[in-house]
């Protein structure tokens, strides 16, 4: 696998590395060494799926607070995603600013989103699947999110937000 860090320090794009012949190809796509070699989390506690129908569906933008917070280790198994993470780590250099992977199905790359960074996507094509590797059980009461359009993060998304959840839409201003 290869490790390339985006401009949010911890925040990283993964790419496998294919290995082919006349059969097809195999890759690892999960190493716990690997990742404890990056200085990443690599405990999972749940794996999700989110399956969306249409093109233009936002999820997001979500983390969950202490003890609670939890690494996502995400991939675009069907269709493709504008992947959002945006740093909520107050001592953080790069505190409130966000970055974005395209994860798409066809490259198999993934997107490791630390703890204490909010993470959302938008859908580029209709029935879109991602596959979520999580290092902490999901806790309602713990569970929190920053508006998509919040102009504390001023994040760029790609396309019209088309379909979104009431909750996600609503979420108060960041302070």
């Keep these: 696998m290869k490790f390339e860090e985006t401009k949010l320090p911890g925040v990283f794009e993964i790419q496998i590395e294919p290995k082919a012949d006349d059969r097809g190809f195999f890759a690892r796509s999960w190493c ?40 996502k280790v995400v991939r675009c198994t069907h269709g493709s995603i504008y992947d959002v993470i945006v740093d909520l780590r107050p001592h953080s250099p790069t505190f409130k600013q966000w970055t974005a992977i395209v994860l798409t199905a066809e490259k198999r790359n993934m997107a490791y989103v630390p703890e204490n960074c909010a993470h959302g996507f938008l859908t580029l094509e209709d029935e879109t699947e991602v596959f979520y590797l999580m ?11 920053v508006r998509f359009d919040d102009p504390a993060f001023g994040i760029a998304w790609p396309a019209t937000v088309e379909v979104i959840s009431e909750r996600d839409r609503t979420y108060p201003d960041f302070e």
């Design 32 to 71: 716990r060494k690997e990742f404890e070699a990056h200085g990443l989390d690599a405990r999972t506690a749940q794996c999700n799926i989110s399956f969306n129908r249409r093109k233009g569906t936002l999820r997001g933008v979500h983390y969950q607070v202490p003890p609670y917070s939890e690494a």
């Design 135 to 145: 290092s902490e059980f999901y806790d309602a009461a713990s569970a929190r999110g």
